[in-house]
């Protein structure tokens, strides 16, 4: 069974620095990654996706993602850090060739940025 | 509408009571999902229902959980004789055909059972 780990309930950073949250999976075969957003008092928002190809995505809102097969990661990290990136961040993984297998949520993230 | 709909956004009820909670997909989406948010325990899948097919009801904690999908729209999540334990913020989200296709999060339900 597919499973998603971020070690780090929480991270707290300065403005204007470089944020990285953490994920890493484990599934059969090879998987499909998203990051979902959970801003307060708000539903989540789809951040990103790796299926294929290169394995820097981007997203919305000047994130990124990096799939490191070898180490089973897929860290999202953003260059310069805003304030309103202050949420909550969930990692999601699916086997590429599961036909009906629903996402798997890792435990969220809480980002901080401070001004 | 353009959204995931959800209702009620909040439900206090009291133990024992059943409750039933709403969701209303983005049009033309073929897949929903019910997850249950925890506090420090990120998103638990409930249930899943794509097109015509059986749904996966793999996530439901226990058989005081169903969900019916009627007519390929319309979700109803019903949990019979609530628990305190059953307190969470319930989550439905839709997507295109494809199981791997983007998740449409609605704002959810706020359940509350004292």
């Known amino acids: 069974a597919q499973s998603v780990a971020q070690p780090e309930d929480q991270v707290n950073v300065a403005e204007g620095n470089p944020l990285t949250v953490k994920c890493t999976y484990s599934?059969?075969?090879?998987?499909?990654l998203f990051w979902y957003v959970q801003y307060p008092n708000r539903g989540l928002q789809f951040l990103l996706k790796?299926?294929?190809?290169?394995?820097l995505v981007k997203g919305s809102y000047g994130f990124e993602a990096e799939f490191n097969k070898s180490q089973t990661s897929f860290h999202l990290k953003k260059p310069s850090a805003l304030v309103s990136d202050s949420a909550l961040y969930f990692c999601?993984?699916?086997?590429?060739?599961?036909?009906?297998?629903?996402?798997?949520f890792g435990k969220g993230t809480r980002l901080s940025v401070i001004a | 509408g353009a959204g995931v709909s959800q209702s009620p956004s909040n439900k206090v009820t009291e133990k024992g009571k059943d409750v039933e909670l709403r969701c209303d997909p983005i049009?033309?989406?073929?897949?929903l999902y019910w997850y249950r948010q925890s506090l420090g325990q990120g998103l638990e899948f409930l249930i899943y229902?794509?097109?015509?097919?059986?749904?996966?009801k793999s996530g439901l904690p226990s058989d005081r959980f169903s969900a019916e999908r009627t007519g390929g729209s319309v979700s109803t999540l019903t949990i019979q004789r609530t628990q305190q334990e059953d307190s969470a913020v319930y989550l439905c989200?839709?997507?295109?055909?494809?199981?791997?296709?983007?998740?449409?999060f609605g704002s959810g339900t706020q359940l509350s059972v004292l």
């Open positions: 989200a839709s997507s295109p055909l494809l199981i791997n296709e983007k998740l449409f």
């Open positions: 599934v059969s075969g090879n998987p499909y």
């Open positions: 790796y299926i294929t190809g290169d394995n």
């Open positions: 999601a993984v699916s086997p590429r060739n599961s036909g009906n297998t629903p996402l798997v």
């Open positions: 049009s033309g989406h073929t897949a």
């Open positions: 229902f794509q097109g015509n097919s059986a749904p996966d």
